[in-house]
């Protein structure tokens, strides 16, 4: 088992918690309200930009020109990547990028984000891709999971959204990205290991958190 093998099996109960609550239920059989999803993809759009910072972190800890060229593709397509799902559903629900970035984060998405940008502050290029993997790695498992369990989620509003992280090109990122943290962590010592183990799980807790805000529409939009 590798590193990083070790990190999600450790997370996957949480993951699989994660699928089974009200949120994934709902856009599974297609009754989650549109004002619930309407306030997940503002919400977002606001971590979205925050995890950003994760990666520019990632480029200023980054040791080789290889660990700069990852970071900057994978900050690509964070803002370039997914922003055609989230901007179509923007659009759908009368939104503009532009108002959405000026409203607050819930507490559950600022206590997130705080957890991913303080780890890379105060780690390595390890600890950088440790609180941003769990976000990235969990989606492509959950929306598998859901699609395979739940196909009918294809004839529902919801369905370009767990397309787009079910997708082969989803994958082929998901894919790229574990190598570069295999090879990063290869040399970590026992105790920067049982570090980034930890940073890997609280953002794992921090997923189901977020999903579980995201079952309460916002008052604010």
């Known amino acids: 088992m590798t590193f990083l093998e070790k990190c999600i099996n450790e997370s996957i109960d949480i993951w699989e918690e994660c699928l089974n609550g009200d949120f994934l239920k709902g856009l599974a059989n297609g009754t989650l309200p549109e004002e619930c999803f309407k306030g997940y993809i503002v919400e977002d759009s606001l971590y979205l930009r925050e995890y950003s910072r994760v990666f520019a972190w990632g480029i200023l800890k980054a040791d080789t020109m290889e660990e700069i060229r990852n970071y900057h593709s994978m900050l690509s397509f964070v803002n370039e990547g997914e922003n055609s799902t989230r901007l179509y559903y923007l659009k759908r ?42 976000c ?23 369905s370009k959204f767990v397309e787009d992280y079910e997708g082969e090109q989803y994958s082929k990122i998901c894919d790229e990205w574990i190598a570069f943290t295999e090879q990063i962590c290869q040399t970590l010592s026992a105790e920067d290991q049982a570090s980034c183990l930890a940073i890997f799980k609280a953002c794992s807790k921090h997923e189901l958190r977020f999903w579980e805000m995201s079952a309460r529409p916002r008052k604010d939009i």
């Open 136 to 158: 990235m790695l969990s989606y492509r498992w959950l929306f598998k999971e859901l699609l395979k369990r739940n196909p009918q989620v294809k004839e529902t509003v919801y």
């Open 93 to 134: 629900y009368g939104l503009m990028d532009k108002e959405v970035q000026k409203l607050p984060l819930r507490a559950e998405n600022e206590a997130y984000t705080k957890t991913m940008i303080k780890a890379a502050k105060e780690g390595g290029v390890a600890e950088c891709m440790m609180a941003t993997l769990p």
